[in-house]
């Protein structure tokens, strides 16, 4: 298991080089995208002017202080992406449901909590992470093309998803799951629409606490800006939960020369606390 000390040296050590190593890929030019084609290994890069996440409703907790960050800390593989460390995000409408499920909620992500208190359904109790949270990791992921569609690989915990392009409806009646069932199509050569429906109500939408039902809807649009970037839009739907559409911009950047490691919450790092320090 990785000692405190180990990993905090390796983090910082990756917050210098992740800085420097994406600054110089925004310093060179990038080859067109290929068309219809997302394989590779990407990681989040999420920082320089992109405007905070959204931070607590009015009246909810954290009310009057500045927006929370809901991404992953400052930082490259493994220690999150670049400086900054937030999505673009609207703030969010909570209906009444989801105002008391927000307030029951002990985020250790502002601070209030401490990672031994918060419940944290991913920190607490190692649960799959659901979309979108599972995006605020920062760790990498991987796309592969597999014959009904496309697989994402998550470095964290072996996370794995299928993108169905085959053609197949949303399904209506969806068995419930923590990644739930996402159904795609192409709307142009760089751009893949992805629904997801059918999640548990055990996950939470970001590090903050603010959750779903299990009637939340995730519309995916990955659009390859070109060959190194690509650029994920996310819109949550759940009447229960959200007075209104959720939007959250995220971007990734290509790593070629990068495959995934191990991340594991219930093996190599049984007491996720430990790990998270």
């Not at 002017?49 to 400052?74: E, I």
């Not at 703030?91 to 449901?97: I, K």
């Not at 970001?206 to 690509?230: A, P, Y």
Request: proline fraction near 9%; charge should be neutral.
């Amino acid at each position: 298991m990785r000692s405190k000390i180990k990993f905090t040296v390796v983090s910082l050590a990756a917050v210098a080089l992740a800085g420097l190593s994406f600054a110089q890929d925004q310093a060179k030019p990038s080859a067109p995208a290929p068309k219809r084609d997302l394989t590779g290994v990407w990681m989040l890069r999420m920082g320089g002017g992109a405007p905070p996440a959204a931070g607590a409703p009015a009246g909810g907790r954290g009310a009057g202080a500045p927006p929370a960050a809901g991404g992953p800390p400052a930082g490259g593989r493994g220690a999150g992406a670049a400086a900054g460390g937030r999505p673009r995000a609207e703030q969010a409408e909570l209906t009444p449901w989801g105002l008391e499920r927000f307030k029951e909620a002990k985020s250790s992500n502002s601070g209030e909590y401490t990672l031994e208190t918060t419940n944290d359904p991913v920190v607490s109790k190692c649960m799959p992470p659901g979309v979108p949270r599972v995006y605020y990791h920062p760790f990498p992921f991987e796309i592969l093309k597999e014959e009904k569609g496309w697989a994402m690989l998550y470095e964290y915990d072996h996370t794995i998803r299928h993108l169905y392009t085959d053609g197949r409806p949303v399904p209506t009646d969806p068995d419930i799951t923590y990644m739930g069932t996402s159904v795609g199509h192409w709307v142009d050569d760089y751009t893949l629409v992805v629904e997801t429906v059918g999640q548990n109500e055990k996950t939470w939408l970001d590090r903050n606490g603010r959750q779903h039902s299990d009637q939340l809807k995730v519309t995916e649009t990955f659009h390859r800006l070109d060959n190194d970037r690509l650029e994920i839009a996310v819109k949550m739907e759940d009447p229960k939960a959200l007075v209104k559409p959720w939007n959250v911009m995220f971007n990734a950047q290509l790593r070629p020369n990068w495959e995934l490691g191990e991340v594991s919450c219930a093996a190599d790092n049984a007491n996720f606390v430990k790990f998270e320090k």
